[in-house]
């Protein structure tokens, strides 16, 4: 499991290549988290900021919030 949080998680700082990779930039308030709550807590505050700055692309929040969950909700299991 990633125990780690990026900080910053909004739609500016992710970038998609031309053949599909995805890169995320701005890591320098990312962080490693040492216990199971610091990384379910700040999961969730990165997924509700990126959900937040996905609120002026309506189709692009709703894919999203499908599989990351509603904000302020806990977070979906995710499957590999």
Do not use: W
């Given at each position: 499991a990633i125990r780690c949080g990026h900080g910053d998680f909004h739609?500016?700082?992710i970038l998609i290549a031309p053949n599909g990779a995805v890169h995320l930039i701005d890591l320098d308030g990312m962080q490693y988290?040492?216990?199971t709550s610091e990384v379910t807590r700040h999961s969730i505050k990165d997924r509700d900021r990126l959900l937040r700055s996905l609120e002026p692309l309506p189709d692009q929040h709703a894919c999203f919030a499908k599989i990351l969950g509603a904000p302020g909700k806990p977070l979906p299991?995710?499957?590999?």
């Amino acid at each position: 499991a990633i125990r780690c949080g990026h900080g910053d998680f909004h739609a500016r700082n992710i970038l998609i290549a031309p053949n599909g990779a995805v890169h995320l930039i701005d890591l320098d308030g990312m962080q490693y988290r040492h216990r199971t709550s610091e990384v379910t807590r700040h999961s969730i505050k990165d997924r509700d900021r990126l959900l937040r700055s996905l609120e002026p692309l309506p189709d692009q929040h709703a894919c999203f919030a499908k599989i990351l969950g509603a904000p302020g909700k806990p977070l979906p299991a995710l499957s590999s």
